[in-house]
Structures are given as structure tokens and as C-alpha cells.
């Protein structure tokens, strides 16, 4: 269980919120007596998430600008208050080398893993949070640090999203924190190609022997909403088991990583978003 660090009677907004790491973010903060809004495209799976975790839901893409309006409304309306927004939802498309990027396919990962945090943060900013404070959490990830076969939108736009958070954090302190958490390998859907087939392989491969569950990236969310860290903005926590610290003499199941993204991602675009 994860400790509740003074957050009860809290309200969060969590985008992504139908599966994987986005879901644990909710049933976490749920856990810590926060009441929680999810959030995801897919309305019987928002449906189903929301009742999994006690809370409320609302259908619909981050993409698009009347949807965080509406989601930032309904907490409001709700529960009378928002103090933390977790911007977890996210695509990894378009797949391929950046010279044959489709400038709408690129657009449409800047506008789902950039510009919505940006957006869904203003609507809390002027709603609630610039009045009475809040903390909001990023989600990122540890590759925006690599140069990865086929990935290059995906990491360029967490890259941007890791200069967001810090540039966020400069404007909004003191009344607002803004931090991000940066995971590792994560069994979830989204990663599941590059995982399946080569999880235990994978794991050994890092110094904490397994790769991640959606329930420890969870746990340093709800750690970072909270006063636990209330000294800590503009920050971005690696949630990795250890794969930035893995010896180099352990590099050869980096380099199957990196093959398995060459194969097992389409070289012909697909729709994003
Ligand atoms: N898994 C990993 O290894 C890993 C590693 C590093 C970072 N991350 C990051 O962790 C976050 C969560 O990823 P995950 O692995 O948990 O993925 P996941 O299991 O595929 O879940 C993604 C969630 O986001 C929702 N979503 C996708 N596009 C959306 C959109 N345009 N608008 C609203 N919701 C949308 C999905 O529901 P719908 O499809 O119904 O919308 C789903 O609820 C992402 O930011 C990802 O970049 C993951």
C-alpha cells in the first residue's frame, strides 16, 4: 500500500488514466484519500477506471483543447476543488527515421505529449491552482535522455516535455509545484513491444534485477504531489531500476532493446494520437 503522506481530502485530474502506469497513478492516489478524475480516450474503459478507483471520469483525447477545459471543470464542479494534475497520457507514434516524418503525424505527438500538460495545466492554473496552490506531475521518460532507432518524435517531445516542467516550475513557484517522473522499461501496453518475449532477459539486464510495474512509477507520482516534496519543484526523478546506472559490461541486452525497436516498429507511419 502506498502511504497516504497527508493527501487526504485532496483532488487530482489524471490524464491516461484507463491502464498501465496512469491507472496505478489513480488507484494510488485514491489509496491516499485523494479523490481522483480520470481520464483517456477509450469511454468504457475511463468508465471502468473511474469505478475501479472511487472517483469520477470524462472521455476524450488530451489533444484537444474543449476536453481539458471540460476535465478541469468536472473536478471543480465535483469536488470544489483541484490540487494536483498528473499529465501521464501519452503517444510513442509516429515510429520510423525523422527524414521521412510526416510533419501532421509529428505534430500530433507534439500536441498529445507537449502541448496538452501545457494546456491541461493552464485550465487548473486559472480555475484553481493560481489562487490556491497545487503541485502538478509530469510524466516523462528515461529514453528522452537516448537517441533511439525509430523513436525520434517520441523522445524528442519528452525531451521538450522534461524543459516544460522545469520551465513550468519557474513560473508557477511558489503558489505551484511542477515536477516529472522519468520510468524505465514499464510493463504496459504501450511498451509491450518492445518487453514481450524478453522480459526476464530485460530485467536481468538492470542493476534492480526486473523491469518496472506500473505501481512503482505510482508510488514516486503520489510521493511528488504531495508535501512530502514540498521543497522539491522544477525536478525531474528517475524511476528506472537502476538503468542509468547499469554497468557497461550489461550493454548487450541494451543493444537486443534497440534492435527489437528497429524491427518491431512499421516503417510505414501510423495515425497518431
Ligand atoms: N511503459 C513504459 O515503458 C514507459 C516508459 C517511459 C515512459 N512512459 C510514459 O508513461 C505514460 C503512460 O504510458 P503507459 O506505458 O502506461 O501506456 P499505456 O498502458 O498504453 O496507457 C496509455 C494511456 O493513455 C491513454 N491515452 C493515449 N493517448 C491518449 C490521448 N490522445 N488522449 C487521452 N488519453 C490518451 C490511453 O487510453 P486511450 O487509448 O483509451 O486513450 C491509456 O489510458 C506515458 O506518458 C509514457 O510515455 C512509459
Redesign the pocket.
Known sequence: MTPSYGLEGRAAVV????????LAVAEALAGAGVRVCV????PD?VRSAAEQVGGIGLAG???DGEHLAELTGLALRTFGRLDIVVN?????QPYGPLMDADPEHWREAFA?NVEAPLRLVQCAWRAWMGEHGGAVVN?C???AEHVGPRVGAYGTS?AALLHLTRQLAGELAPAVRVNSVS????R????RFVWEDAEEELGASLPLGRI?R?EDVARAVVWLASDAARWITGADLLVDGGTRVRPAWTGAPVAAVQERLRLRTPDVQRPA?
Open positions: 490524464t491516461g488514466a484507463s491502464r498501465g502506469i496512469g481520464s483517456a480516450r477509450d474503459a483525447s488530451v489533444a501521464n497520457a501519452a503517444t510513442n498529445v510524466v521518460t528515461e529514453g519528452k520510468p524505465g522499461l514499464v504496459t501496453e504501450m511498451a518496472g506500473p494520437g
